[in-house]
């Protein structure tokens, strides 16, 4: 940022033409810019090449979603056409544990090939991986052209969200946020009936090559219309000297952290192995090693760390990084809350999906609203623990369901949990943007994904192996008597505990005691996941609150008294000041602006005006306290009325003192 900063007068320009500053985190400065152009985005476009770049970022992010939801759908009918139904699961790990482990590579990538560069980078291999999942032979070549398809999906989300903060002031970042997960929860809801509905109809080769025509439209746009820069040292570098910046051994070695740890876990999940299986623990040993070496690499030797550890060692970027990976874990376990419906209350599979409708509801609603409120106020901190708070009353709530809970509660309660995690994501994302400056932006966004797809992965995997083991026990101890092993056991892929539809072909007695058993398994399992949201919540405590400039929050705003002298407003970081100004100005020269949210109030007045006049004229800038505003809001109004009063009492002499000249 500039140090060339001049106090303003009350002839300064309101709006005046200066160069983008180097970090968001403008509230730290104590000095008054010069101006609330300061808080521009790196790059400008206008706003149809806006629309169509978002429409190009925002449609491979749908397609993203779409596709998770279109391959679990797949899984059953995938394992039966290769007669390998007991590895079709490896068909979804292979992509996530793709994506967790290349998803924090674009961050840098982001900032070495360009943003245009890497989006294309990651469209290109999930849409190389999509093609070979519709075209493959076997199954073999299925999970290999899904974990092709996961190096390119963990970049769709990363780079599409450090586009757009380059593009979008960051006050207004959060709206678009929320509009970003509104269509990733569009496309997750769509996948499961369309991936079903091209399945029966084409087979399941046609969801993964139905999917090819918008990729090669999101493909277009970015490459046509994306046109993000880069500094110019950057810029202007050849690649060659561009791909020597890429931290090859701290990207390896991140990988095998990441993908040790996530194998062993799915292993254990999956496979149901004990943890004194040699594979299991040593793959999770092997996985703090490679940790280990990794932050070696990254502390001393790389010169261009894919992870910095002075960001990671900062206190909002830890607190944020952990608030997302335990909110992303207790968000994910939500997947166990259908099985609750259908082994505990024995509904449908249809009416088991339906009771996760407000869920999914209340998800999309409380991105936007969290977007909207940081735009209006551009403060996030105490919304960030009302909506944690929310979480950890709402999983609490699930925990205590009982046979005796009201219909409507079983609809109702979850909505809090949806609510408060689209809020905290999506308020938690611009808190971490706020807080880095602009050259570690992309950097940061990727560890923030990375934290949080790695949250996903472990509470699907963590939660099913905690429901199986209290389960198991569970049955062991309420199932007794003649048979019971033989109800306990029935088949490898048909017992009770991984098939809640063979409850209803049980006998009354020993449904009755799967019931009880399910429920208690999952109580337990709603309890850790309360718990994840508590854990949450006291990561979100350290987070600091910058203001979120839509302008810069130092603002001057000359204000007319009731006697014609004009008061110049200042509002610093941490407390607002009044200086008197006192310059004799006649009244019909008397102009003020007052700021309301997002516009300014302009009454002039003039001789050549006549009379006085309101118009609103939008502008960026921020707002001022209600106390201010109530203030300064008297101090216009009746100025305005006193000056128009003054000019027409001074029209009726002028007019009267002609009639008598006449």
């Not at 931290?247 to 004194?276: A, H, I, N, Q, Y």
Request: charged share 15%.
């Amino acid at each position: 940022m500039s140090s060339h900063h001049r106090t303003p007068s009350e002839r300064s320009p309101l709006l005046t033409s200066r160069d983008p500053p180097q970090s968001y985190d403008a509230a730290e400065h104590e000095s008054i810019p010069q101006s609330p152009d300061e808080f521009k985005p790196l790059n400008k476009a206008s706003k149809g090449d806006l629309a169509w770049v978002l429409a190009g970022l925002w449609s491979a992010v749908f397609l993203g979603a779409l596709d998770g939801t279109i391959v679990a759908t797949l899984l059953a009918p995938i394992g039966s056409y290769f007669h390998e139904s007991n590895r079709s699961s490896y068909i979804g790990t292979s992509y996530l544990l793709s994506v967790c482990c290349f998803t924090p590579l674009y961050g840098r990538l982001s900032d070495i090939l360009g943003r245009k560069g890497a989006m294309l980078l990651a469209l290109s291999l999930f849409g190389f991986g999509t093609l070979l999942c519709g075209l493959a032979p076997s199954m073999d070549a299925l999970i290999a052209a899904r974990a092709i398809a996961g190096m390119g999906g963990g970049g769709v989300m990363t780079v599409s969200s450090v586009a757009v903060t380059d593009l979008i002031p960051l006050r207004q970042r959060g709206l678009y946020q929320g509009m970003t997960n509104v269509l990733f929860g569009l496309g997750a809801g769509l996948g499961g009936p369309l991936g079903g509905w091209l399945n029966d109809t084409f087979g399941w080769c046609a969801p993964h090559l139905c999917q090819m025509p918008i990729l090669l439209f999101s493909f277009i746009l970015v490459t046509a219309k994306v046109n993000i820069k880069l500094p110019a040292e950057i810029e202007n570098q050849p690649m060659r000297l561009k791909v020597q910046r890429i931290d090859g051994f701290g990207s390896l070695t991140l990988v095998l952290t990441v993908g040790s740890l996530l194998l062993g876990l799915s292993l254990k999940s999956t496979e149901e192995l004990p943890w004194s299986h040699p594979v299991v623990w040593g793959l999770l040993v092997s996985s703090a090693v490679w940790c280990a070496l990794f932050v070696m690499v990254e502390s001393r030797w790389a010169s261009y760390p894919v992870m910095p550890m002075r960001l990671v060692r900062q206190r909002t970027p830890l607190a944020v990084s952990l608030s997302n990976f335990f909110g992303s874990m207790a968000a994910f376990s939500m997947v166990l809350r259908s099985q609750y419906f259908s082994a505990v209350r024995l509904n449908s599979s249809t009416g088991a999906g339906l009771h996760l409708l407000p869920h999914s509801v209340a998800i999309s609603t409380g991105s936007v609203f969290a977007g909207w409120v940081m735009r209006r106020t551009g403060r996030l901190y105490t919304l960030t623990l009302v909506s944690c708070a929310m979480t950890v009353v709402a999983a609490i709530t699930v925990a205590s369901w009982n046979d005796d809970t009201p219909t409507w509660h079983l609809w109702l309660d979850i909505v809090p949990q949806g609510l408060g995690m689209a809020s905290v994501i999506t308020t938690t994302l611009i808190a971490m943007i706020a807080s880095v400056v602009k050259e570690d932006l992309a950097v940061a966004t990727g560890i923030t994904y990375l934290f949080r797809t790695t949250g996903q992965v472990l509470g699907v995997s963590l939660s099913g192996a905690l429901l199986q083991a209290v389960l198991t026990n569970k049955l062991r101890e309420s199932i007794t008597g003649p048979g019971a092993h033989k109800v306990r056991a029935l088949s490898s892929k048909m017992s009770i505990r991984h098939s809640t539809n063979v409850i209803s072909e049980l006998s009354p007695e020993h449904q009755q005691a799967a019931v009880h058993s399910y429920a208690e398994a999952l109580r337990v399992v709603f309890i850790c996941q309360a718990a994840c949201n508590f854990f949450c919540l006291l990561c979100c405590l350290p987070i600091q609150e910058n203001i979120l400039p839509c302008v810069h929050p130092f603002l001057y705003l000359p204000l007319p008294a009731l006697n014609g002298e004009i008061v110049a407003v200042t509002r610093s970081r941490r407390h607002t000041t009044e200086n008197a100004k006192t310059q004799s100005r006649p009244a019909h020269q008397t102009r003020l602006w007052l700021r309301f949210p997002y516009t300014f109030l302009h009454f002039g007045t003039g001789e050549t005006q006549g009379h006085h006049h309101i118009f609103w004229t939008q502008c960026r800038t921020v707002s001022l306290s209600c106390k201010y505003t109530m203030h300064h809001t008297y101090h216009a109004v009746f100025g305005a009325i006193q000056t128009g009063s003054d000019e027409c009492r001074r029209a009726r002499r002028c007019k009267s003192t002609r009639r008598l000249v006449n």
